[in-house]
């Protein structure tokens, strides 16, 4: 691959790394804290995963703007 193509992949890996966030997030059932990832390139996402201990879904309900978390909500799912 030539240097600039390689180059361009790099700075967009970099810039889209930035549109990530991490935020501790409570399980409703069990009540243990957890880190998700949030891409906050996405305004308005919802999506369920598991807790890490009790592995009952939960729903995670997000609003952002590019690098910033504005609302999240979490309840069973």
């Given at each position: 691959?030539?240097?600039?193509?390689?180059?361009?992949?790099?700075?967009?890996?970099?810039?889209?790394?930035?549109?990530?966030?991490?935020?501790?997030?409570?399980?409703?059932?069990?009540g243990?804290?957890?880190?998700?990832?949030?891409?906050?390139?996405?305004?308005?996402?919802?999506?369920?995963?598991?807790?890490?201990?009790?592995?009952?879904?939960?729903?995670?309900?997000?609003?952002?703007?590019?690098?910033?978390?504005?609302?999240?909500?979490?309840?069973?799912?």
């Amino acid at each position: 691959m030539p240097a600039a193509g390689k180059r361009g992949w790099q700075m967009r890996s970099i810039s889209q790394a930035f549109m990530q966030e991490s935020e501790l997030i409570q399980c409703p059932f069990c009540g243990q804290s957890f880190e998700v990832l949030i891409d906050t390139s996405q305004s308005s996402q919802t999506f369920t995963t598991d807790c890490e201990v009790c592995c009952r879904p939960m729903e995670v309900v997000v609003e952002c703007e590019p690098g910033e978390i504005l609302s999240l909500d979490v309840r069973p799912g």
